[in-house]
């Protein structure tokens, strides 16, 4: 046999070889999707940014807006302004003991 040259096995041996260098390079792909990291794999075109951080554990109050700018009211004018807000935590959020100040 020279350098290079090629080796013909019989069809029953190469079909066993060939049978396992394909379980192999499953087995190879399959353990390197494993190590892929998260942030590699993109799923079609869109880009939706870092994903949110995980909810707190519990109750947690978030406000649309932490202050209002009641302008120039005069004296003894009614004057009327929503809060809006939302529970971004796990559990359930009581609001008790409500004063106006």
Known sequence: MADGAFVDLPARE???????????LVLLLALSIGQTPIAAVQLGGDDLGPP??????????SFDELSHDWGTVLQGTKVL???????TGTAVLRITNVKPG
């Open 14 to 24: 190469a079909e066993t070889l060939k049978d396992a260098i394909s379980w192999w």
């Open 81 to 87: 302004h929503t809060y809006r807000f939302r529970n």
């Open 52 to 61: 949110p951080p995980p909810a707190e554990v519990g109750a947690r109050i």
